[in-house]
């Protein structure tokens, strides 16, 4: 398995960092944006990646995986093969015919559930996934995610029941990627001023 510093340059070389003036979601912008999904295309790079979430997995009890769609979703299915451990999914929408199911795979009322998710900003995507899987009766207390952006996101979900462990934090990352020559200081500099300044607060503040 690639080491974290090694992983981290392999996910820049791969496209997966990207720099500029970018928008992230409806009125954010962000100096990185980090994009997980450009990883369907790297086979080894999934695998790495998945490893690492892995890791984290293993120190925590759980009976079933679910990827937060849809960035998340190929990594939890590569965990759950590799762990042998039963995934279930949750689609952006009820389905409107047949099973009408907001929920698909097989799971049990008070299953331990771990929620696997990409990047974690306000908090506000994993958050809705916990939401919809406590209401069909699953226990949530966990998440491993590949990037905590350190912008508030992880305290968000810990004041809502939920602990966060990542593979990276956004100033690891970044550090990495300075030392590594991919990026400068003036990058480095853009960035961390950019984490002090878009910090997200409580539920009622997730946007
Ligand atoms: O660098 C980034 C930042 C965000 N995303 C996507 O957005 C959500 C996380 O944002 P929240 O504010 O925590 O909801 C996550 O699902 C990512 O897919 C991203 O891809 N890259």
Known sequence: ?????????????????????????????????????????????????????????????????????????????VMS???????????????????????????YKNQKCLVVEDVVTSGGS???????????GLVVSHAVVVLDREQGGASVLEANGVIVKSVFSLSCLVNTLYKAGRINDETVGMIVDHIKECQFGMKDNLD
């Open 81 to 107: 093969v590799n762990t042998d451990t039963p995934m279930i999914m949750k689609r952006k929408e009820t389905k409107l015919y047949a099973t009408k199911r907001l929920l698909e795979g097989i799971y």
């Open 1 to 77: 398995m690639a080491d974290l510093e090694e992983l981290a340059v392999q996910l820049f070389d791969a496209g997966a960092v990207r720099l500029g003036d970018i928008e992230a979601k409806v009125g954010r912008r962000t100096p990185i944006y980090f994009d997980l999904r450009v990883i369907v295309s790297h086979p080894r790079i999934m695998m790495a990646v998945a490893r690492h979430l892995e890791k984290l997995a293993k120190e925590i009890n759980h009976d079933v995986l679910c990827g937060v769609p849809y960035a998340a979703l190929p990594l939890a299915a």
């Open 126 to 136: 994993l958050l809705e996934t916990v939401e919809t899987l406590r209401r069909e």
